[in-house]
């Protein structure tokens, strides 16, 4: 009985890393993208049952590929230790919402547009994409904290000196941070400047200034801590793969600790081998 599960599971670890069934799959997800967007155009209405039959086909795909993924394992709870894999669980099973329900059709629909978002389980680039985004979150909120400092401090500066200008773009300081936010995106910020120039000629400093903290410096940065933790990423990828120059470098340096720790011992056995020639010679003489 175990043998028979032992090659079941061999079989199904196998068609779970083909090539041909992961990119079966991703033409699958790609299908359900065009057949959630199809369902908002009114000319689909004819082919209503059509579009049923072939999501009901969908989730039923999704649900054999789960649990092929599932019985691949060789221990079910090692399919939950990864997050992706818990992603993917519950958007698989949140998908088998009926439609003609009518109180969970709504609900049902929603769920089913994330799963457009198994694309990013299945392609370890995107994986890494989304990864490298959420590990420089914590990061990128220090840059944004410090954003918020200058916006408020601008804002309160452009509130006291323009609200006689344009009080609907700088009568309090929750307005002004609003228009400096349109500034700092370029949206016609340029009429913006002109307005308060007409009575403050010297306020283009006020507005150069402010670009330049928010679209050249602060925009930097924020790319600057993506970049840094997309390479991290990248060569942890690489490192769990075994293949790229993240991974050669790895293995040197294993090799290389390897090698320091055979060093260490073949210099404690010379230490005592020395030592106990010593204790020889005194006993001798």
């Known amino acids: 009985m175990s043998t028979t599960f032992e090659i079941c599971r061999d079989r199904f670890e196998r ?15 790609v299908v359900s993208a065009l057949l959630i967007g199809a369902k908002t155009y009114e000319e689909t209405n004819r082919f209503q049952q059509w579009l049923l039959v072939m999501d009901v086909a969908v989730t039923v795909f999704f649900l054999v590929e789960i649990l092929i993924r599932m019985a691949a394992e060789k221990r079910l709870r090692d399919f939950f230790r990864k997050g992706w894999n818990i ?28 799963r457009v978002l198994r ?19 914590p990061r990128m909120g220090y ?9 408020y401090i601008y804002a309160a500066i452009g509130s006291f ?19 400096l936010f349109r500034v700092a995106t370029f949206e016609d910020w340029t009429d913006v400047m002109y307005a308060t120039q007409e009575l403050y000629a ?4 006020y507005y150069l200034t402010f670009i330049f903290l928010t679209a050249f410096i602060f925009l930097n940065m924020m790319i600057g801590i993506v970049l840094d933790v997309m390479q991290k990423e990248s060569a942890q990828m690489e490192i769990e793969s075994g293949e790229g120059e993240a991974a ?10 390897q090698l320091s720790a055979q060093l260490d011992r073949m210099e404690a056995a010379l230490g005592d081998r020395q030592r106990g020639a010593r204790v020889d010679r005194r006993v001798e003489d």
Request: net charge negative; hydrophobic share 65%; no cysteine.
């Open 119 to 137: 694309l990013v389980s299945m392609i370890p680039e995107l994986r890494m994409l989304m990864a490298a985004l959420v590990k420089s979150i």
């Open 15 to 29: 068609l779970r890393a083909h090539k041909a069934f992961e990119l079966t799959v991703i033409t699958i997800i």
């Open 87 to 114: 992603f993917d669980f519950l958007i698989v099973t949140a998908s088998l919402i009926p439609l003609d329900d009518s109180e969970m059709v709504l609900l049902a629909r929603l769920l089913r547009i994330f």
């Open 248 to 257: 050669e470098l790895h293995g040197l340096r294993h090799d290389v600790r």
């Open 161 to 179: 000196l323009f609200a006689e200008v344009d009080e609907f773009l700088w009568a309090n300081i929750s307005t002004a941070m609003l228009t």
């Open 202 to 205: 010297w306020s283009w400093i």
């Open 143 to 151: 840059v944004a904290l410090l954003m918020f400092i200058i916006f």
